[in-house]
């Protein structure tokens, strides 16, 4: 079965920096794109970004909302996925789910998520 | 580019649940569409308009024309109650894009 299991999770303070990981099993991570969604309390969905999978660049996208502050990388050999987080604020407080980020013609698809981990930006 | 959904939709149980999601032009994008039910991560019901992943029931069907694609539930069960949201790839700037949500509330 496939599964996306992030950690990391934590109170920070604002200003402050954390990182996120998720791993993931049950498919070839090297294989995917990978993606961040996240979610702030009550609220609707918001992409964060991607990584493309290495033969495809291994380059990621950013939201405007994001770009500078937060960083994506991977590490196929380990198959892990990291969401470097920067310059926290409180609107970044949310819910951030990994996803498998698949491309298909012409769009790509969230086919998998993982259970989310919470970011709490508080002083 | 911006999805525009309404906040909420009511439908009695076996009844059909109707969920729009409007865009510029939307029918030349491909709309996706995810289920979450509370305290939960987000399902897949519906992708490339109306192609349903494996597990999802018949029920579920989709359509995308001119500037709205549309979610369809039939026979609508008390299960199905969730917030739904639609979304794009802008192949313009790289971007996701989500719609605001829509809530369905079976009476």
């Known amino acids: 079965e496939v599964q996306l299991v992030e950690s990391g999770g934590a109170l920070v303070q604002p200003g402050r920096a954390l990182t996120l990981s998720c791993s993931v099993f049950?498919?070839?991570?090297?294989?995917?794109?990978l993606s961040w969604v996240r979610q702030a309390p009550g609220k609707g969905l918001e992409w964060v970004g991607f990584?493309?999978?290495?033969?495809?660049?291994?380059?990621?996208e950013y939201a405007a909302s994001v770009r500078g502050r937060f960083t994506l990388s991977r590490d196929d050999s380990r198959g892990i996925a990291y969401l470097q987080m920067k310059s926290l604020r409180l609107e970044d407080t949310a819910v951030y789910y990994c996803t498998r980020f698949r491309s298909g013609p012409g769009s790509y698809i969230f086919d998998y998520w993982g259970q989310g981990a919470l970011v709490t930006v508080a002083s | 580019y911006v999805l525009t959904q309404p906040p909420s939709v009511s439908v009695a149980p076996g009844k059909t649940a109707e969920i729009a999601c409007g865009g510029d032009n939307i029918e030349e994008k491909s709309v996706h569409w995810y289920q979450q039910k509370p305290g939960q991560a987000p399902v897949p019901v519906m992708f490339?308009?109306?192609d349903r992943p494996s597990g999802i029931p018949e029920r579920f069907s989709g359509s995308n024309s001119g500037s709205t694609a549309t979610l369809t539930i039939s026979r609508v069960e008390a299960g199905d109650e969730a917030d739904y949201f639609c979304?794009?790839?802008?192949?313009?700037?790289?971007?996701?894009?989500f719609g605001g949500g829509t809530k369905v509330t079976v009476l």
């Open positions: 990584i493309r999978r290495k033969t495809d660049g291994g380059t990621p």
């Open positions: 049950e498919f070839t991570f090297a294989d995917y794109a």
């Open positions: 490339y308009d109306s």
């Open positions: 979304q794009v790839w802008d192949r313009i700037g790289d971007q996701v894009v």
